[in-house]
């Protein structure tokens, strides 16, 4: 037989949730709707929502008032509340992940191209290595175009978008696969 003393009348077991995390769950799971709302029509086909929800997502990208939007907004939250989000968010997180590992090669493909334009053929070589499969003259042709472009944007007032370093960037992107 149990004491009085061993019960514990506040057992966060048996209470209700508290009325700032049912908030907190209502925004995170807007959010998730607001973000479903951004994604193309081909990217949703790839998450086969439930009838509502694909319904209502398509009802929101129909609206074009803002005041009407939020409240829909609200409204795709609340369908999401009798539905299992984690896959949802699981290929969410996928998607923004992706995006930022394709910015972040960007990024590398750019500052390898201005290495290559700054620099010597030590750097052309370091991309031969990296890219066993590169057409070795194109590169150098399309590294030689660049520089000859820079040096006489450097010596022209007026510097008009430099085309040899953009053909050069597609050519690295084109070799990395990316």
């Known amino acids: 037989m149990a004491k009085f003393d061993d019960i514990d009348p506040f057992d966060e077991k048996e209470l209700p949730p508290s009325k700032s995390s049912v908030k907190r769950e209502a925004e995170r799971l807007k959010k998730i709707g607001e973000k479903l709302l951004a994604l193309s029509d081909a990217q949703l ?97 399309l590294v030689r175009n660049a520089r000859q472009e820079q040096q006489a944007n450097q010596q022209a007032q007026d510097k008009p978008a430099s085309a040899h370093a953009r053909k050069l960037f597609r050519f690295l992107r084109e070799t990395s696969g990316h």
């Open 45 to 141: 086909a790839a998450f086969k929502l439930e009838e509502r929800l694909s319904l209502a997502i398509a009802e929101g990208k129909r609206i074009k008032s803002r005041e009407g939007l939020r409240r829909h907004k609200q409204y795709i939250g609340k369908v999401l509340r009798d539905m299992d989000t984690d896959g949802i968010e699981s290929r969410l997180n996928a998607i923004e992940n992706a995006h930022t590992l394709n910015t972040r090669a960007f990024h590398e493909l750019e500052t390898l191209r201005d290495q290559l334009i700054n620099g010597d053929n030590k750097d052309v070589g370091a991309v031969i290595e990296r890219f066993p499969n590169v057409d070795t003259q194109k590169l150098r042709q």
